[in-house]
């Protein structure tokens, strides 16, 4: 019996037109949890709520659960709530299509079970600010409803019999998934078989395992094998940065294509909205985008291309939504329901309004998401529940303000002067940058940005998308969701700057800021959803600190795969009599061009050097280029774009000898291979500690006050794992040689030496 939840089943057959994302601000789900509850609390007795409904119908076993029954003999209904901000008119004619739907499935399993000849049925519209409900109630024949039923039944059921044996399948071709290779690499074979018992037993995994030894194949092929002995529905391989992504693409490649016969698994690449829209400067909406026009009319028909083909990726879901005349982007969110295999960035599952993590949820999948270069997962999902709130932004962003945002703007101007004008009062003339650490987040400025997007809602509603109107509703959008789930794993800071002449607000110069701290109060949940996690990178010790700050359940399991390197490989030196604090750097120029200038005459050939910051690398640069010319020196600058980084890095491994100059957990600190002599030499010129600053030493109190160890939790091991990072750039392999140099004086302490790999100090 295949079995379907009423809202999947009409999301599959019961869409037609055009895509609709009319920029109507959602509720957040405790908003919508809320709503749901205040409605249900309004009706009479006997009124039930989440009245559970389930039943047969072409083969098909539909269930779920409506939000109302009121069970009166005379005045019989079944309702559901559906909660939104704003006008309800912007509720599009789609969406409420849909809405319909789910009711009428209700509506036809009731009347079947009951034996009714007919049910009344309530849809109600909720505004969750105002509270407001708005009613349509309709009169239909159990014949009409079972009728509809059955035909959505019929289509789902002849997908669904398809997607049964495709499973079927998958699993017998996973259970004899044979290794890509005649042999596992040192280490590698311990990697996999970790892997497997993890996802095999349903238990997180931090796995530290060193660069060189195949961790995206020694990762993805046991994590893929386990799937059928769990009963997995799909594997999320979820990078930090794209070129992880193009590896994790390129591992599974590899592993089909090493098979005696295809492998009937269908594997989907995910990109941002931003690199996948063809049409950026029109709105997600039939009226503005002409992918968006008729979409789910044409969906069917790309969705049963798309199954054809085991790799959709971006290159072949252009070409599908070509033939179909569909939006791309789209596309790849319906197949991400149909694909077992999902490659995408982080963001896919762990942000607030991750589309795997939605799914998951819906479809009540067991899933294992594959965490590649996770080291980095702290500070992108610190990032992900984050968000600056800018004065200048908000109020100067749209270029020639249209007649109906000009008083929402001025009100939210009037608000900007509210917040803070309590501030000024203690101001000091001589001080003109300020921030105040708040304890939670103001509400001044609330009532002016929800009218502010109701007023820009209305507007998109009836004119064409503008990329400045967008933004703003956006941030402001953002901003309200973090504050209503602001806690003590956040920051709120509000920063402004007084004019030395006025000694009054300089106009425009405010920001507000929520800073995420610990992002475990986020992410915990989709670890627990999770039936098993698999965190991997060279850099995952102490095991501690991440399992805190990710918030992993506490069966997780910690493995630390041995290095396939031999201490013979590099010549390690502790520079350990010249300090690189900021007060000493001046003076630390001339020792450290000596020690790199020295190394480059003995053994020519290609180095980098990494600092602590551009101010520190641009400084070394040009102490070591006025002193001796004659060497070829490559340096990163600021905000490099992708075509300087390329030339960066071929410039730095072409035949001619060079020093390159980077900063340190820059983008040249990790993700780039310069195997054999294209790099002989590291220096790492620093301890990678973050600033000293106000906003570190807050996170390091709330740290300490969490977990009891504040200062390595802030400074120490986040910069000692970006030092161990950018000195791995140089082994790559069991044949590559050369000299790394840690300078500072502080690598002479033991528990800072105690952090280096292993095999470092054999």
């Known amino acids: 019996m295949i079995a379907v939840s009423v809202k999947s089943l009409c999301e599959f057959a019961a869409r037609t037109g055009s895509l609709e994302y009319r920029y109507t601000p959602a509720p957040s789900a405790e908003e919508g949890i809320i709503g749901h509850i205040t409605v249900q609390q309004r009706r009479p007795d006997p009124y039930v709520s989440e009245y559970s409904l389930r039943g047969e119908c072409e083969g098909v076993s539909v269930g779920g659960r409506v939000d109302g029954y009121y069970a009166m003999p005379e005045d019989c209904f079944l309702e559901e709530i559906k909660t939104h901000r704003g006008n309800v008119a912007r509720i599009g004619p789609g969406r409420r299509a849909l809405h319909w739907a789910q009711l009428k499935v209700y509506g036809a399993l009731f009347c079947h079970r009951d034996q009714r000849d007919a049910i009344n049925l309530r849809l109600t519209y909720f505004e969750v600010r105002r509270e407001e409900e708005t009613h349509e109630t309709l009169e239909f024949s159990a014949e009409e409803l079972w009728d509809y039923l059955c035909a959505l039944c019929r289509e789902y059921a002849q997908w669904a019999a398809k997607e049964q044996d495709h499973r079927s399948q998958r699993d017998l071709a996973l259970a004899e998934l044979s290794f890509p290779h005649p042999d596992f690499r040192t280490g590698q074979h311990e990697l996999a078989s970790n892997v497997y018992k993890a996802v095999a037993s349903n238990v997180p995994l931090l796995l530290q395992a060193p660069t060189g030894i195949g961790k995206t194949v020694g990762v993805l092929f046991p994590a893929m094998k386990a799937m059928p002995k769990t009963g997995l529905d799909r594997l999320f391989f979820l990078s930090c940065r794209n070129t992880g992504r193009k590896l994790g693409l390129e591992g599974l490649k590899t592993i089909s294509s090493a098979q005696a016969e295809p492998t009937p698994i269908r594997v989907l690449e995910l990109s941002s909205r931003e690199a996948a829209c063809d049409y950026p400067d029109n709105a997600c909406h039939g009226d503005s985008c002409p992918l968006a026009n008729g979409f789910f009319d044409r969906l069917a028909g790309a969705r049963e291309e798309a199954i054809q083909q085991r790799f959709l990726d971006q290159s072949a879901l252009r070409s599908i939504a070509r033939n179909h005349n569909i939006c791309r982007y789209f596309l790849a969110q319906e197949m991400a329901r149909w694909s077992d295999i999902v490659v995408g960035d982080v963001n896919h599952y762990f942000d607030q309004f991750a589309i795997l993590y939605g799914l998951t949820k819906q479809n009540e999948w067991k899933v294992a998401p594959l965490v590649d270069e996770a080291h980095n997962l702290i500070d992108r999902a610190r990032s992900m529940y984050s968000i600056v709130l800018s004065e200048a932004e908000m109020l100067y962003t749209i270029n020639k ?15 900007w002067q509210s917040l803070t004008k309590p501030y000024l009062a203690d101001i ?34 009836d004119h064409p998308a503008a990329a400045d109107i967008q933004h703003v509703l956006f941030t402001a959008l953002g901003f309200l969701r973090l504050a209503d789930a602001f806690g003590d794993h956040s920051l709120c800071t509000l920063e402004f700057t007084v004019s030395p002449i006025a000694g009054s607000l300089l106009r425009g110069s405010a920001k507000l800021k929520i800073d995420n701290l610990i992002p475990a109060d986020h992410l915990k949940q989709r670890f627990s959803d999770a039936s098993s996690a698999i965190l991997f990178s060279a850099t995952l010790a102490p095991d501690r600190y991440h399992l805190d700050l990710l918030g992993m359940p506490e069966t997780t399991v910690f493995k630390d795969i041995e290095s396939p390197f031999q201490r013979d490989q590099i010549d390690l030196r502790l520079v350990t009599d010249i300090s690189t604090r900021r007060d000493n750097r001046r003076a630390s120029l001339e020792p450290i061009s000596t020690r790199i200038v020295e190394q480059f005459q003995n053994r020519p050939g290609n180095y980098l050097v990494y600092l602590s910051s551009f101010e520190y690398l641009n400084a070394l640069y040009e102490c070591v280029k006025n002193h001796y010319p004659a060497i070829r020196l490559i340096r990163q600058t600021a905000g490099m774009a992708p075509i300087a980084r390329e030339q960066f890095i071929s410039a730095i491994s072409d035949g001619a000898p060079s020093v390159g100059f980077a900063v340190l957990g820059g983008v040249f600190s990790e993700g780039i291979d310069l195997p054999g002599e294209q790099l002989i030499g590291v220096f790492v010129a620093t301890l990678g500690l973050p600033p000293h600053d106000e906003l570190h030493e807050v996170l390091r109190s709330r740290l300490e006050a969490r977990y009891g160890d504040g200062y390595r939790y802030t400074y120490l091991y986040p910069g000692m794992q970006k030092v161990i990072q950018a000195a791995g750039r140089l082994i790559r392999s069991p044949t590559d040689r050369g000299i790394i140099e840690l300078i500072d004086d502080r690598f002479l302490r033991n528990d800072i030496k105690a952090m280096l790999p292993k095999w470092w100090a054999q």
Not at 401 to 415: N, R, S, T
Not at 438 to 450: F, H, I
Request: charged letters at 25%; a negative charge; glycine letters at 2%.
């Open 401 to 415: 303000a249209p007649a109906p945002l000009k008083q929402p703007l001025a009100d939210l101007e009037d608000a």
């Open 428 to 461: 000091s003339a001589q001080d003109l940058e300020h921030r105040y650490f708040l304890d939670e987040v103001p509400d001044e400025l609330n009532t002016a940005l929800y009218g502010l997007i109701a007023a820009i809602t209305d507007y998109l509603s």
